[in-house]
């Protein structure tokens, strides 16, 4: 059964930090290409970020870049998520998602991050 289950989101202030875990279940994570994305109330899903399997390539939504850094352990089927300098914008549900083909393509249910004074 394939399980993929976000955590380490909070209510932060403007400025902090919050890791992201995604831990996973029921596929061979490290054929799969892991993403970040997220999504903010009223807005659509949001692609925040993006490792490759083989070679750990990363790529980042501009509005991230230089604060965020996605990263994975093949070996404990997980994947991370370090979010700096948080700010009100950053606001939103973080999903992870781990996806090989368009049969292959898996969701956690989200977990929630609030950035507020």
């Known amino acids: 059964q394939v399980q ?3 955590s380490g ?6 400025g902090e930090s919050l890791r ?4 996973t279940s029921g596929f061979t ?7 970040w994305y997220r999504q903010a109330p009223g807005k659509e899903r949001e692609l925040v970020a993006v490792i490759s399997n ?3 390539s990363t ?9 965020f850094i996605i990263s994975r352990d093949n070996a404990k089927k997980t994947g991370y998520l370090q ?3 948080l700010q009100p914008d950053d606001t939103g549900v973080y999903f992870c998602n781990a996806i090989r083909s ?3 393509n898996y969701w956690g249910r989200g977990t929630q991050v609030t950035v507020s004074s």
């Open 59 to 67: 790529t980042y939504g501009d509005s991230v870049k230089g604060r």
């Open 4 to 6: 993929i289950v976000e």
């Open 20 to 23: 992201l875990s995604c831990v």
């Open 102 to 104: 368009s049969s292959n």
């Open 29 to 35: 994570f490290s054929s799969y290409v892991m993403r």
């Open 54 to 56: 083989i070679k750990g």
């Open 83 to 85: 979010m700096n300098n």
């Open 9 to 14: 989101g909070g209510l932060v202030q403007p």
